[in-house]
């Protein structure tokens, strides 16, 4: 590692004064080379739109040649990584979803068990299914307590063993898999190694394939050196653009991309094109930008669905075009990685565009049709050469170039709306793997793109019932009565991400889909509310009288020791527990969890307060934040008598959060949270945020008990009053 750092101080040293000397008409813009302006769509006020001259296409092409020989040699470029036979892989990983693990196709809580065939089948039934697999169970649950990422992965079901085997059995299937490493996970528990031994060595005990680097701008070379070093190679593939220079180890790349009319070729793609790109664009509803360019480019898509729990679900058409990009990408795998690639090869008609791939005695064309109409009739000139036959693999059929008028020979055949075309020429008699091929995509393009809906659909929400309680005539003991009152029940959800689009957050069952943002006028009938969380002390009653001990009994109630809670702990609220937990303790104390209105009007009456005790933060009236990455426990219950609700309910902001209603779709899982805890992370916005304010909530998404439980999370009970 000392020569290359000290080659890089002289790279630093020099590259200011020189770095003109490199000459480019078409230099990178971020991760996208531009191309000439021939091709770029232009009003008839600015010009008008004209085809590109063979010269001006031979210049573009020699620039950017140029471009990549320079940098090539500016960075002492080495593709030896691509060689490794642990990493052949990449090149072919064409299609890799990012995947909750709350995601209910994967893990069934019912079952207690991890589906990954369901899971599987389901993706390869809708878009025809997965090269690789993106495992995320981190952002944005992490931070609501001091689990660091990789204790995140500790806590999956079955622990370590167990998500060992959810590894093994999606290479089962063909799938390799990736893990997320956020470099901005500073405010949790400090790893118990330096981060890249620390990646390296959990990743090989799972035996996971590689590393998707959150937010990073290149991984750096140290990563794949650790790993390298424990017998275990990973793939990193960082979400931003690297340096040029990190090209040569990892092999790997997102591509977040301007989407023009006319494709744009990447970069890394160009200087290494053995280097797969994943194009990730997750809000988009329509995708066929990114799976044109993909096609274009020869790489592959990252088809996210699930994004923190928000459903993006990909549309009818968008999944067929994806199973029809996949299986020729697929078939034609050898030619992707084509050093002699040449993008924009020329097309007769206006908005097709492609790309040409030699290799050996054959080439290969990957064409996209950006308009939006059929494109029939001549689309590209071939030499007039004995011998050589061309196929049509997009629809599984020969085709004869025909001799036009100007003694040019063509090929003509159609390319749908937004659509995509595929030729080979070869000098030789297919072999079968191609003629395999062409004939699943005879059948699978017998019906048009056209004939699939593209309509986004969002997916809709349940509310998990909770059973009412026995009604009481009088308070139980430790409870206040709540009187019954027309409520202004109004709240949203503290998502970082989704903004207010149709999807996020949650869906009550006055609302046609999720929301960010709910207003509703209730009439709530009068119940009883505990004063003070659930402590220590009686759920150990309850853990006595019951025996209780769940099946999934990963992290439960993890600072007790021997059935005990530690000494002094009796009045602190019990964390640890999930909501299956708190409904059992609940079931046997006659009591239930709340709906969220009721935790709601119990805190703040029906003057639409922030706080329970009045419109302006009081430090007085909370715990202390704990902002160290050693959380410390809860404070003792009634500690605060300051932050007490009109009603006088305590502790019910800024001690530990505390559950109250579930929600599903097909697919997710959440449960509402409310009221903030006294462990604040420090370091990044990307932490589970506080909900502190009373017109706030915060959203956990749901896997199982050993996920789902927390060092700061507790709950309050709730019975029904006559």
Known sequence: MKPLFRYAAIFTLVAAPVCSAQDSHFKPQNQQIPVPECLTAKGLWEGGSKPCTQSEHDDWLADITHWRTERHIRTGYDGARYDMPELKWTQFSFMQPQMMVQDRYFYDPV???????????????????????LVWPTYPNMGIDNRNQHDMIRSMPGGIAGVKQMVADFHRRGVRVFFPMMMWDQGTRKPDQPWP???????????ADGINGDTQDGVPLAFSQAADKTGHPLAFEPEGSPSDEALAWDVMTWGQYQFPF?????????LETRHMVNISHRWNRDKTDDL?????????????????????????????????????????????????????????RYGTFSSRWPLGDQTLWTIVNRNEYDVEGDQMTVPATQGVRYF?????????????????????????????????????TPDQKILDLMAKMKQLTATPLSDY????????????????????????????????????????????????????????????????????????????????????????????ATHYHPKDDLDFLRDWKDGNFPEGWDKKPVTWVSQEDARAYAEWAGKRLPHEWEWQYAAQGTDGRLYPWGE?????????????????????????????????????????????????????????????????????IWYFPQAYKLDTHGKLLLMSPSMDRSGMLGFRCIVDAE
Do not use: C
């Open 197 to 207: 031994d620390e990646i390296a060595s959990l990743m090989k005990e799972i035996g």
């Open 392 to 428: 049509d693999i997009y629809h599984g059929v020969e085709l004869k170039p025909q001799t036009r008028p100007d003694g040019k020979s063509v090929l003509a055949f159609s390319i749908e709306a937004k659509g995509y075309g595929a030729v080979l020429a070869t000098n030789a």
């Open 453 to 544: 809906s593209h309509q986004w659909k969002v997916v809709t929400q349940q509310i998990v019932p909770i059973q009412p309680t026995k009604k009481a005539a009088t308070a139980p003991s430790g409870m206040i009565k709540i009187p019954a009152a027309d409520f202004l029940f109004k709240v949203q959800g503290i998502e970082i991400e989704g903004f207010n689009d149709d999807g996020v957050d949650v869906q009550y069952t006055w609302e046609d889909s999720p929301r960010r943002y709910h207003q509703h006028l209730m009439q709530i009938p009068s119940f009883y509310i505990d004063t003070y969380p659930v402590t220590n002390a009686e759920f150990k009653k309850f853990i006595d």
């Open 111 to 133: 079952a207690g068990k991890y589906t990954v065939d369901r899971y599987v089948d389901d993706l390869e039934k809708r878009y025809g299914g997965i090269d690789a697999v």
């Open 292 to 348: 044109q360019f993909a096609f274009f480019n020869g790489e592959g898509w990252e088809s996210w669905e699930n994004i923190w729990g928000i459903w993006n679900g990909i549309t009818p058409r968008d999944a067929e075009a994806t199973r029809r990009v996949a299986t020729m990408e697929r078939g034609l795998a050898a030619f992707l990685v084509s050093k002699d690639w040449e993008p924009m090869s020329p097309m007769l």
């Open 616 to 684: 302006k933060w009081d430090d007085a009236a909370v715990p202390t934040a704990e902002k160290s990455r050693t959380m410390r426990a809860p404070d003792e219950v009634g500690g605060h008598p300051k932050g007490a609700s009109p009603f006088g309910v305590q502790d019910m902001v800024g001690n530990v959060w505390q559950w109250t209603e579930e929600f599903q779709d097909e697919h997710t899982r959440g449960g509402i949270l409310r009221g903030g805890s006294s462990y604040q992370p420090q370091g990044s």
């Open 262 to 270: 006319t494709p744009l070729v990447d970069k890394y793609r160009w």
